[in-house]
C-alpha cells in the first residue's frame, strides 16, 4: 500500500492541470484526493446496496456488533447515505467505513447519480438481496460489474424459508448472474456473513483498497485524456487546414517540379512536427523523417501516386508555357484549371498525412508516461477468483477508450 500510494502521489503531481480542467473535473478530483488519503491513512470502505426493505442497514449493524445505522419496520427508513467508522486493531488496515445508502427503487431520493456514484466508489460493495432477484437488480448488479467493481451478493431475511425454498432462490439467482465470473453469494444467517466478511478483509483487504485506488485515478485518468484530445482534436484541425492552404497555392503557383517535391517535403515535416507538439510529443527531425516516410511508404496517394501526378501536370504546365508564344497565348488556357487541380490534390494529400501523423504520434506518445491501468496490470494475485472483477474492467477500458474517435 505505501508503494502504491507514493506512486499514484507522484503521478498525481505530474499531471499539469488547467484551472479549466480543475473546475470541470471538480467532483472526480475531490472523489480521487479523497481515496487517495484514504489509501495513505489504511482505511478501507465498504458500500452497501440494494433494494428498499432488504435489511442494508441491518447488515451494516450486524457487522459493526452495534446498531449504528436507523432501521424501521417501514420501508425507505434510510433517505441518503450515511457512513460510520469501524477501527481495526492490530492489522494493517487502520480502518473500515461502512457506507450505508437509500434503496436505488425509493421514489424520494435526491440526486440517484449521485448516490451510486459514491457506492461505487467503494472498496468493494455488498449487494443485498432478500429473496430472488428481479431486472431491476440484474441490472444494478451489471452496471456495478462492467465498472469493474468488486461485488458480494448478500441474501438477507431467510429466517421464514424452509430449506427447499432457500435452494431454489440461490439457484434462480445464479443462473441470473453473468456465468464466467464467480460472484460470492453468501447468505445471512447466524455467523456465515461475518465470518466470510472478516476473512475477506483480512486476506483482501489492502490489496482491494490499493487496487480501488488505482482505478478511481485511471478513471480520471481517462477523462482528463478525453477532455483535452477533443480539445486537441480541433486544434490538429486548424493546423492541418493552414498547412493544406499553404501548400495548394505553393502548387499551384511554382511551375517547378525539384522546387515542388522539395516546398511539399517542407510543409510536410513541419506539419507533423506543429502536430507532435499539440499532442505533447516533441520528436526531433529524424523521428519527423521516419514518420513521413513511414506513412508516405504505407500510403500510395501519398506516395507514388502524388508525386507521379503532380510531375505529370507540372511537365504538361511547363510546356504550355514554352507553347504560349507560339499560340499568340491560347495554349494558357488549361493552365488555370491545371493549377487547381493540383492545389485540389496537395489539399487532400495534405490531410490524409495529417490524419495519419496526428495517430502515429498519438501512439508513440502513449509509451511517454506511465498510466494508472500499467501498474494494474503489473500486479500479481494470489487468488485470481477474487479479482476477476480486475479482468473485466481492464477489458472495457481497452474496449471503451481507444481514443482514435479523437483524432482528426
Known amino acids: 500500500m505505501n508503494r502504491n500510494y507514493s506512486l499514484l502521489k507522484n503521478w498525481w503531481e ?7 480542467e480543475k473546475s470541470f473535473f471538480n467532483r472526480e478530483i475531490i472523489s480521487f484526493n479523497q481515496q487517495l488519503f484514504r489509501l ?37 427508513s434510510t433517505t441518503e447515505v450515511q457512513a460510520v467508522e469501524m477501527p481495526l486493531k492490530n492489522q494493517t488496515l487502520k480502518s473500515i467505513e461502512f457506507l450505508d445508502s437509500p434503496g436505488f427503487d425509493f421514489c424520494n431520493i435526491k440526486s440517484p447519480d449521485k448516490i451510486y456514484s459514491r457506492i461505487n466508489n467503494s472498496d468493494f460493495i455488498l449487494f443485498v438481496v432478500a429473496g430472488d432477484i428481479n431486472r431491476n437488480e440484474v441490472r444494478e448488479i451489471s452496471s456495478f460489474i462492467k465498472d469493474g467493481k468488486k461485488i458480494i451478493i448478500v441474501l438477507n431475511k431467510i429466517d421464514l424459508l424452509k430449506t427447499n425454498e432457500l ?3 440461490i439457484e434462480n439467482i ?101 502536430l507532435s507538439k499539440i499532442y505533447g510529443l516533441n520528436l526531433k527531425s529524424k523521428s519527423i523523417t521516419k514518420i513521413f516516410k513511414n506513412i508516405s511508404i504505407n500510403n500510395l496517394f501519398l506516395g507514388v501516386t502524388q508525386i507521379s501526378i503532380n510531375t505529370s501536370f507540372n511537365i504538361f504546365r511547363k510546356i504550355i508555357l514554352l507553347a504560349a508564344p507560339f499560340t499568340n497565348g491560347l495554349s494558357l488556357l488549361p493552365y488555370g484549371p491545371i493549377a487547381i487541380a493540383q492545389a485540389a490534390i496537395a489539399i487532400h494529400s495534405t490531410k490524409i498525412l495529417g490524419k ?20 494494474i496490470q503489473n500486479i500479481t494475485f494470489k487468488d485470481k477468483d477474487i479479482f476477476n472483477h480486475i479482468n473485466i474492467y481492464l477489458s472495457n477500458r481497452n474496449l471503451n477508450n481507444n481514443f482514435m474517435s479523437f483524432l482528426p
Open 14 to 20: 505530474s499531471i499539469d492541470l488547467t484551472n479549466y
Open 40 to 76: 495513505k491513512e489504511k482505511k478501507i470502505r465498504i458500500g452497501t446496496y440494494g433494494k428498499s426493505g432488504v435489511g442494508k442497514s441491518s447488515v451494516l449493524n450486524f457487522l459493526l456488533n452495534k446498531d449504528r445505522f436507523k432501521t424501521d419496520i417501514i420501508n425507505g
Open 167 to 169: 435452494k431454489e432462490i
Open 174 to 274: 445464479k443462473f441470473k448472474l453473468p456465468k464466467d465470473l464467480n460472484i460470492p453469494l453468501i447468505i445471512n444467517n447466524e455467523n456465515n456473513l461475518k465470518n466470510y466478511f472478516t476473512n475477506t478483509i483480512n486476506e483482501h483487504g489492502e490489496i482491494l483498497l490499493t487496487l480501488n485506488s488505482l482505478q478511481l485515478a485511471d478513471k480520471l485518468f481517462l477523462k482528463i485524456k478525453e477532455q483535452r484530445l477533443k480539445k486537441r482534436k480541433k486544434l490538429a484541425q486548424s493546423t492541418i487546414g493552414k498547412f493544406s492552404t499553404i501548400k495548394a497555392s505553393a502548387v499551384a503557383i511554382n511551375p517547378f517540379i525539384l522546387f515542388d517535391v522539395a516546398g511539399s517535403f517542407a510543409l510536410d515535416t513541419a506539419l507533423i512536427s506543429e
Open 356 to 375: 495519419l501523423a496526428a495517430k502515429e504520434i498519438f501512439i508513440r506518445s502513449k509509451v511517454s508516461y506511465i498510466e494508472p491501468s500499467a501498474i
